[in-house]
Each structure stands twice: as structure tokens, then as C-alpha cells.
């Protein structure tokens, strides 16, 4: 059985089908509510929802593969031997993401780890959410010209 999804259910903005941005987001925020916990106790209710979180994010990444295929090259010789997908490095990321978690929950570790964890933890899920959000592009002007008549 696995205990993420089960824990998926218990927060309704996931019953939303919110999008991979704001999933990661999610897990950004998440992250850093760890670096300011301190004990077990405080981190275990925000491991539980990280990995929900998580959990979402590599079913998101795993269904919307198909549209994130590297299908052209600048040389032939980069031409991969099997698929390639623009996202391979984000799913391993949120699979590192959702063992680090994992440690963390289930809390067999010393406890003078667990900055360095959450801290290991959180800069994994910016790298991974980095990959994910996409910045605002600026305004682009397209300036015409005039013809005169």
C-alpha cells in the first residue's frame, strides 16, 4: 500500500488537478517550511504533504512525458540511441525529492542530520521546480513600419 497517495487525499487542493507550476511551487513552499523546523515532530506533518505533493508531481511528469520528447538535433551525431525526453533530469530530481522526504518521515536518521536533509531536501526541489516554472517572459514589441502614402 502506498502511504503518499493515501495522504494525497487529505488535501483537497489536490483533488483540483492543479498544473506541474504550481505543484512545484507547492513543493518549494513546502521545502522551505522544513528548513525552519526543528524537531521530528514538526517535520513529519509537512513531510506527509510534501510527499503528496510529490507524488503528484511524478505522475504529472510521467503522463506529460509524450509532450516533452527531444525530436530534433543541430548534429547527427547528437542523435540519441533510445527516446529522449526534455524532462528526464526533472523526473530523477523529484525521484530524489521523494527519497529524501521518505528519510525524513520515516525519521531513522541522527537528529544533528536533519538541517542538512531538509536543507539537501530544498535545494533539490527549487532545482527541480526551476525546471518546471517557466519565468514571465517580457512584453515583446513588434514595431512595424510606417509606409507612407
Known sequence: MNTEHNFSQLYTELSLN???????????????????CKSLPQTQPVCRCLGAYLEEVKTGLTESMRDFQVVEFEA??????????????????CDYCRALNHVLLISHFDHDMLPY???????????????LIM??????TIRLPVHQH
Open 76 to 93: 547527427e551525431e547528437e542523435l540519441p540511441g533510445k527516446k529522449e525526453w526534455l524532462l528526464e533530469d526533472t523526473e530523477t530530481k
Open 117 to 131: 536533509l531538509t536543507g539537501l531536501l530544498h535545494d533539490m526541489a527549487h532545482s527541480m521546480a526551476g525546471d
Open 18 to 36: 492543479p498544473d506541474l507550476t504550481t505543484l512545484a511551487e507547492r513543493c518549494k513552499l513546502l521545502t522551505e517550511i522544513l528548513l525552519d
Open 135 to 140: 519565468p514571465l517572459q517580457p512584453r515583446m
